[in-house]
């Protein structure tokens, strides 16, 4: 994440164009900063000979048989397995695609490591003759491939940080907490993908829609206490379930998803209420079951087949047994519905377990929240005001704080050992 970061500071002293320089000449694109610095697809095709195809919310671009795929709405682009954060979102615009201008001045050198050179001083984009080195899990395109000798897409999944032991660096005034850590929150559903409708909600508001918002609110907060956060969907879009958690696997120390539970129409629907936390293990109860089979379903309104997701998961659940994530996930949930639970005008649910696809890709400790019921009125009420928003958010913060506080206490005398 450091490198778009810094990218980011070195944008702002570019002017509003971008030079691209080929063997096959030079080509100047316009940079537009709508929604921070972006440029349109359509203008990067002849300069770099760029294929997109657009499928709902979803682009691919194709850049020398290697296919990037964006998530319209979200700050990343996926090569393969790894994933690429690009800070500012992919989003269209007078029916034409803009993509950040941090995926063609960190993601594509970073892709195909020499082949292209990025000089922020001069703002220049630079194709070299060399042979192309793309990562051995890294897609090409049928008929478009090259010649390739594997390299690291994205740096590798790193440890949880740890300082040496002599080195201790001042605890931040708010938190208390010593290193950087970085999370990713996850909105629920989007986009075409309602989530469950929101009985007690105001007309016109569905689950997406609250849960955006508390994710919001939990980005605001956790960057305010010194903790760098990324949101999976910054707008109504819709991102794939294998996707979203896999944006949390290099640069990343948690996953949490952000839910609004639902009960079936029946006797029990308006007296159900409260909070509860799921880490991604196998369902015990009956009641696990509902809420992870209402939660998986999502899955239908996307071009992914179901059967090998399922099959993708019993497997990862098996490894989970001898998984430290396993654990950690566990404890990140109990503390996080601790806080919650505090503020919450509804029951103390506590801690659940279920095998929730959109938990199943993720590299680290990984929850799922789900913040109350839209098919009770209280809850309703509460999660739909700009109050019960805020103290759903500060609450996470404050159980996510905990967490990651406790962490470093188990690194540090790891260290001293």
Known sequence: MIAPLLQLGLLATLPGTVRIATPRGETSVPVRFERGAAVAAPLLASPLGLVLVIEGARATVVLDGVGFVFAIGSPYARVGSRFCQLVDESYVARDTLFLPLVWLTDCVPRVFGSRFRWDPVAGLLTETGDPIAVARDTPRVAGMSTTATPVSVLPPARPAPVLPATVRAPPNPLTGLRQPHVVVIDPGHGGRDPGNPGRFFPKGTTEKDVNLLIARLLRAELVRRGIAASLTRTGDTLIDLRDRAGYCRHECDLFVSIHVNAMPAGRRAPNATGVETYFLSDAKTEDQRRVMQMENEAIRFEPTDAAAMEGDLAT????????????????????????????????????????????????????????GFSTNKRDGAFLTSALGQRKIANAIADGIVSYLLDLERKLAVGGER
Request: aromatic share 6%; proline share 4%; hydrophobic share 40%.
């Open 316 to 371: 990862i659940l098996k490894d989970l047994q001898q998984n430290e994530y396993l654990r950690e996930s566990a404890r990140l949930a109990e503390l996080v519905q601790q806080r919650v639970a505090g503020v919450h005008p509804g029951e103390d649910r506590g801690v659940q377990q279920a095998g929730f696809y959109v938990l199943n890709s993720a590299r680290r400790p990984a929850i799922l929240v789900e913040t």
